[in-house]
């Protein structure tokens, strides 16, 4: 199966075939055949529309999984990481580079401030498994002066239900996100993923 193959399928009203195929599953929406086809088909939208048509008990255990994971706190995290995880990671790294790095003793990495520039969504996969890939942007953050904080709420980048097509739980996700940016009146919400 290809992107061409996957088309021609669906051409020759194949649905069965489109709709029961696992290649739903392999592509990672990432648009470049939308941007090689000189008819400009949307592919990605037609492979969200075939992953929206399986039962949520078919589709991949990974994914479904982490879309709804991201619902066990209100902190949005695929990988369960709570608002007391979070914190207790964030602050633990920070002191440790602040005492290692005497040029960045200054360096904040704030948690629920209130009127910060920007609030910065952050990958569960970082303070859960690798902790110290958070630090390159907080010391870029630092560096430029960037008024800046995470929520303990709400801090998680990742959202899976997109990729189920999971159209209510993707919309859930975002709202929680986008209340705790209201409630900290940030003005800018930057989300790395
Ligand atoms: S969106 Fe990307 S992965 Fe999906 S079919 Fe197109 S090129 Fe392949």
């Known amino acids: ?3 061409r193959k996957f088309l021609r399928l669906a051409a020759l009203g194949l649905d069965e075939v489109v709709l029961n195929s696992n290649w739903a599953w392999m592509c990672t ?3 470049r055949c939308v941007y090689a086809c000189p008819m400009k088909i949307d592919i990605p939208q037609l492979v969200f529309n075939v992953r929206n048509r399986w039962p949520k008990d078919q589709q991949p255990k990974g994914i479904r999984g982490s879309c709804e ?3 066990k706190h209100e902190t949005c995290s695929a990988m369960g ?3 007391e995880d979070f914190q207790f990671v964030v ?5 440790e580079y602040r005492e290692a790095q005497p040029e960045f003793a200054q360096m904040q990495a704030p948690l629920d401030k ?3 520039e920007f609030f910065l969504n952050q990958n569960s996969r970082e ?6 890939e958070m630090v390159p942007l907080w010391k870029i953050l630092h560096l430029v002066g960037a008024d800046w904080t995470y929520g303990t709420k709400g801090w998680a980048a990742e959202n899976y239900c997109l990729f189920c097509a999971d159209l ?7 709202r929680i996100k986008a209340k705790v940016v209201d409630q900290l009146k940030s003005r800018v919400w930057l989300n790395t993923e």
């Open 91 to 95: 602050e633990d790294v920070l002191e």
């Open 114 to 116: 209130e009127g910060a």
């Open 29 to 31: 929406m990432c648009q």
């Open 81 to 83: 990481a709570s608002e």
């Open 168 to 174: 209510e739980n993707w919309e859930k996700n975002v």
């Open 127 to 132: 303070p859960v498994t690798e902790p110290d």
């Open 1 to 3: 199966m290809d992107p």
């Open 69 to 71: 994971m991201a619902f």
